[in-house]
């Protein structure tokens, strides 16, 4: 496999870009995200689907200001788990208390932001206002890149199958957690579960740039569209296991003020609860998406 990708900076004529690793993400820096012009938002846009997944460094934002960046790309994108804060309903709470690792820690384990619904979002964004010293990094991996990796007859394999998407699994298992910490729970998906999941593509396209990506994670996908589960449980696996080498990953490293932009149909990602013993405060927003093709 080659070393290189196609993540090279970019000079546009308002923003300059700077990766942060082989693959995918950059940082963006010199731009005040309350105050963008037209012109400045689109270079923006163009490095967000260059990059995958955007960095801006030092952006004090307030609840309203996120929601008005968000809005810039689209309208607000269906939250399936919380409903917002006090008085901004899109913007997401995702906060974590000092205290014992969660047997079911939110944003845990390779995922794409709520892929189980008919329109899964676009793109999300996640702003930092606490972090920890050291831990709670957020790792993406990029599906584009792995699915053009991928050999042409591993490709012509996918064409036309359908993959599985649910939460079903999750959602039990957190109301048994919630209901006694001491009884121990599976993530295992039922066949009801299967049999209500909505079905997805697991290659897309992109709507704006033409890219073909692999949609697929650990959290949702599991199980193919008319195939059992010993038929699927290979196909997925391997997938999952191929999109996420640490080639075609990048790494964040979060600190006050931080705002990460991630287009979610050209990465998956993951956050890592080892920072028990510190405060974690962050506000999510999310853009509406279309329906997968």
Same mark, same amino acid.
């Given at each position: 496999?080659?070393?290189?990708?196609?993540?090279?900076?970019?000079?546009?004529?308002?923003? !300059?870009?700077?990766?942060?690793?082989?693959?995918?993400?950059?940082?963006?820096?010199?731009?005040?995200?309350?105050?963008?012009?037209?012109?400045?938002?689109?270079?923006?846009?163009?490095?967000?689907?260059?990059?995958?997944?955007?960095?801006?460094?030092?952006?004090?934002?307030?609840?309203?200001?996120?929601?008005?960046?968000?809005?810039?790309?689209?309208?607000?994108?269906?939250?399936?788990?919380?409903?917002?804060?006090?008085?901004?309903?899109?913007?997401?709470?995702?906060?974590?208390?000092?205290?014992?690792?969660?047997?079911?820690?939110?944003?845990?384990?390779?995922?794409?932001?709520?892929?189980?619904?008919?329109?899964?979002?676009?793109?999300?964004?996640?702003?930092?206002?606490?972090?920890?010293?050291?831990?709670?990094?957020?790792?993406?991996?990029?599906?584009?890149?792995?699915?053009?990796?991928?050999?042409?007859?591993?490709?012509?394999?996918?064409?036309?199958?359908?993959?599985?998407?649910?939460?079903?699994?999750?959602?039990?298992?957190?109301?048994?957690?919630?209901?006694?910490?001491?009884?121990?729970?599976?993530?295992?998906? !039922?066949?009801?579960?299967?049999?209500?999941?909505?079905?997805?593509?697991?290659?897309?396209?992109?709507?704006?740039?033409?890219?073909?990506?692999?949609?697929?994670?650990?959290?949702?996908?599991?199980?193919?569209?008319?195939? !059992?589960?010993?038929?699927?449980?290979?196909?997925?696996?391997?997938?999952?296991?191929?999109? !996420?080498?640490?080639?075609?990953?990048?790494?964040?490293?979060?600190?006050?003020?931080?705002?990460?932009?991630?287009?979610?149909?050209?990465?998956?990602?993951?956050?890592?609860?080892?920072?028990?013993?510190?405060?974690?405060?962050?506000?999510?927003?999310?853009?509406?998406?279309?329906?997968?093709?």
């Amino acid at each position: 496999m080659g070393a290189h990708f196609d993540n090279d900076p970019l000079t546009l004529p308002t923003i !300059t870009t700077h990766p942060i690793a082989a693959a995918m993400g950059a940082e963006v820096v010199g731009v005040d995200l309350r105050t963008l012009s037209d012109a400045q938002f689109a270079d923006i846009e163009t490095a967000l689907y260059h990059h995958g997944l955007l960095v801006f460094r030092r952006q004090p934002l307030t609840h309203a200001a996120q929601e008005a960046f968000t809005e810039r790309f689209g309208e607000h994108g269906t939250d399936a788990y919380t409903s917002g804060v006090e008085g901004h309903p899109n913007i997401q709470p995702v906060i974590r208390e000092p205290g014992p690792e969660l047997p079911l820690f939110f944003g845990a384990n390779w995922h794409t932001d709520s892929p189980f619904l008919d329109r899964p979002p676009a793109i999300s964004m996640l702003r930092s206002v606490e972090t920890p010293p050291y831990g709670g990094d957020t790792w993406y991996a990029a599906t584009r890149i792995a699915y053009e990796r991928l050999s042409p007859a591993y490709q012509r394999l996918l064409e036309g199958l359908r993959g599985l998407y649910t939460r079903s699994h999750l959602v039990r298992a957190r109301q048994v957690w919630e209901a006694d910490p001491s009884v121990r729970f599976d993530l295992v998906a !039922t066949e009801a579960d299967l049999a209500a999941a909505t079905p997805h593509p697991l290659v897309r396209t992109h709507p704006r740039t033409g890219a073909r990506s692999l949609f697929v994670d650990v959290n949702y996908t599991l199980g193919i569209e008319g195939m !059992t589960r010993a038929e699927a449980a290979p196909i997925l696996r391997h997938l999952v296991e191929h999109v !996420t080498q640490p080639v075609f990953c990048c790494r964040i490293r979060w600190e006050p003020d931080m705002l990460a932009v991630w287009d979610n149909r050209l990465v998956i990602h993951q956050a890592f609860d080892d920072y028990g013993d510190h405060r974690r405060e962050m506000y999510r927003s999310t853009v509406l998406g279309e329906i997968p093709a």
